[in-house]
């Protein structure tokens, strides 16, 4: 597994932009899929964002479409989520996971296709 800590998150208005942060300590990022996944209170952990470890690929939910980039940073050992045109509903703790090293399958959804989960950042987004 991998240890997992999330950054970036804040308090800010509809339309603002903020970046989020994924970093890891003890093993390297590039070699594992990295996802995002969001969950606001009292629902269940959603699906954001995902890339593959060798970058070429990325998934995206429908909702965060044309607002949100994946990317990795492998410089820093990071994988970064670029969120822009906030909306007061991607109100939300976001958590960055990490799945199988070296898996080359489909990039998954769901938060069982994911080993290893950072604590969370909150992102809240005001009207």
């Known amino acids: 597994q991998v240890q997992l800590v999330e950054s970036g998150g804040g308090l800010v208005q509809a339309g603002a932009s903020l970046r989020l942060s994924c970093a890891a300590s003890?093993?390297?990022?590039?070699?594992?899929?990295m996802a995002w996944f969001r969950q606001a209170p009292g629902k269940e952990r959603d699906f954001v964002a995902a890339i593959t470890w060798t970058g070429g690929r990325t998934y995206y939910t429908d909702s965060v479409k044309g607002r949100f980039t994946i990317s990795r940073d492998n410089a820093k050992n990071t994988v970064l989520l670029q969120m822009n045109s906030l909306k007061p509903e991607d109100t939300a703790v976001y958590y960055c996971?990490?799945?199988?090293?070296?898996?080359?399958?489909?990039?998954?959804?769901?938060?069982?296709?994911?080993?290893?989960w950072g604590q969370g950042t909150q992102v809240t987004v005001s009207s």
């Open positions: 003890g093993r390297t990022l590039s070699t594992f899929p």
């Open positions: 996971a990490a799945g199988r090293q070296f898996y080359i399958g489909s990039l998954g959804s769901r938060t069982n296709d994911y080993e290893s």
